[in-house]
């Protein structure tokens, strides 16, 4: 049983997610505002938060800020906030996916299962680790070292990177990735490709503005590259 912490200072709202989510057998816990769901990421352990940015004594991104510092734990931002800024800097920040207000609870539903499945899904054999001149992947342990250094990936980040590995040097579509990262639901969010494929390459390339490894093919996709392949056309 997955254990849920909505975060939401909206008490209708909570009790309307709660209800949804305990049909559904999930355990869940609520919190109605930052400094309780900080304590309750601490204490609880919860598999998934489900975060309002709008919350009266800390701002919700600085709360994720928080949550992003100690834990990997998924993280789905529910907000008001429409504004394709506050969406690119929650995930910027390593949010999992951003839902806005108002919503459907299945469309909801379905998205936390996606975020839920990444973390929980041992059916696909493990990857042998990726290994290049600046960095090593560890996909079984999901360790990235880069410059002798150990640096922490959300688990966003690690499902993308695996996703491209499994096709190293190869073209993998926008749609696909979306779809294979975020779930069937996703196609168009091209957006949210730019903000992790930046995020990765300021955490592993020797120079994000000049990568080598992670590259975009504009308006098709990304390509994962090893070092010494040529035969891969990418612009960052």
Same mark, same amino acid.
Request: charged content about 30%; cysteine-free; overall charge negative.
């Given at each position: ?5 909505? =975060?939401? *200072? ?5 009790? @309307? ?9 999930? +355990?869940?816990? !609520?919190?109605? &505002? ?8 601490? #204490? ?12 009266? #004594? ?14 990997? !734990?998924? =993280? ?9 800024? &506050?969406?690119?800097?929650?995930? #910027?920040?390593?949010? &999992? &996916?951003?839902? !806005? ?15 839920? $499945?990444? @973390?929980? #899904? ?20 999901? $360790? ?12 966003? +980040? ?9 096709? @190293? ?6 749609? *696909? ?16 490709? $730019? ?6 390459r300021r955490k592993l390339e020797p120079d994000p503005s000049e990568p080598r490894y992670l590259l975009t093919e504009p308006g098709q996709g990304y390509r994962l590259m090893g070092d010494g392949s040529t035969d891969a056309v990418g612009t960052p």
């Amino acid at each position: 049983m997955s254990r849920i912490l909505v =975060v939401d *200072d909206e008490p209708h709202l909570v009790r @309307t997610l709660a209800i949804n989510l305990r049909a559904r057998d999930y +355990e869940v816990e !609520t919190a109605g &505002d930052g400094r309780s769901a900080l304590q309750a990421v601490h #204490d609880q352990l919860p598999d998934l938060v489900i975060l309002d940015l709008g919350l009266p #004594d800390i701002d919700g991104v600085d709360v994720l800020r928080r949550i992003r510092e100690t834990s990997q !734990t998924p =993280v789905i931002v529910l907000s008001a906030r429409a504004d394709s800024i &506050d969406k690119v800097e929650a995930l #910027d920040l390593g949010a &999992d &996916d951003y839902v !806005t207000k108002p919503f459907a609870v299945d469309e909801l539903l379905a998205r936390i299962r996606v975020a839920l $499945r990444r @973390t929980q #899904d041992e059916s696909t054999p493990p990857l042998a680790a990726f290994e290049t001149q600046h960095f090593v992947l560890d996909f079984t342990e999901r $360790r990235a070292v880069v410059a002798g250094e150990v640096v922490r990936l959300t688990p966003t +980040e690690w499902s993308l990177l695996e996703v491209l590995a499994r096709h @190293t040097g190869h073209l993998v579509p926008q749609k *696909d990735l979306l779809r294979e990262v975020w779930g069937p639901h996703y196609g168009r969010e091209s957006n949210y490709l $730019r903000v992790y494929a930046n995020q990765l390459r300021r955490k592993l390339e020797p120079d994000p503005s000049e990568p080598r490894y992670l590259l975009t093919e504009p308006g098709q996709g990304y390509r994962l590259m090893g070092d010494g392949s040529t035969d891969a056309v990418g612009t960052p």
